[in-house]
């Protein structure tokens, strides 16, 4: 059962150093709260802290200073084991490429996460997947191998399977990043029915600038600084 609380996410003053072989801030003082439902966009040019910023918000990194909460619970400094598991039931992840393991169907990956969890039988999972799958006109394709599908199905099988868990985040870093126009606008259009739909909050790292001005607000980064969050 998810937890009610207006603010899903939600930094105060991170910063972010990395030590080899000079000590560098890539974040800086980086504070900012995503409400539930928010469809988000994270730009900025190369190298200012944007992936950096994404792998301590998915709770992945823990080497930071300031504070990060999620669903109202302050999660910085809890132990690994409880992230793990925390990620596993909060966090659905879309990266650039895939990650869809060839030798099992397209219905298997989906299912993966759910079976990490442990949370349904496999039954249920099946099931969960299909409406999944529907939701991205990919059910007809549940039966294949994953390395049967094109680029943009794959990516699209990619973002079910970041929904198995029905989580609370969806977490994004350049998830068009790997697709031409056509495909890119399918995914993008697929981003908005989630969040139209079903109110899915979901963050999403990305260089693409149609893609930003068709999210809700957008943060901007520069040299490791939120200078813009509207
Ligand atoms: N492990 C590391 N050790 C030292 N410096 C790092 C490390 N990882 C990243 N950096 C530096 O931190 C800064 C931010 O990197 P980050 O990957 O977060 O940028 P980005 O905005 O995601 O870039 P891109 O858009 O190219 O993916 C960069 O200057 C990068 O060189």
Known sequence: MKDQSKVVLETKNVDKFFYNPTETQVLRNVSFQINRGEFVSVVGKSGCGKSTLLYILSTMDTDYKGELFMDGERISGKSSNYLSQL???KIGFVFQFHYLLNEFSVLENVMIPGLKLG???RDQLEHQAMEKLRIFDMQD???KK???LSGGQKQRVAIARALINDPLLI??????GNLDKKNSDIVYNKFR???KDFGQTMLIVTHDAEFAAGTDRTIEMEDGRVV???
């Open 87 to 89: 990620r596993n039931e």
């Open 119 to 121: 949370k349904y039988s």
């Open 141 to 143: 394709h549940a039966r």
């Open 146 to 148: 994953a390395n049967q």
């Open 171 to 176: 977490m994004g870093d350049e998830p068009t």
């Open 193 to 195: 029915e989630l969040a």
């Open 228 to 230: 813009n969050f509207k």
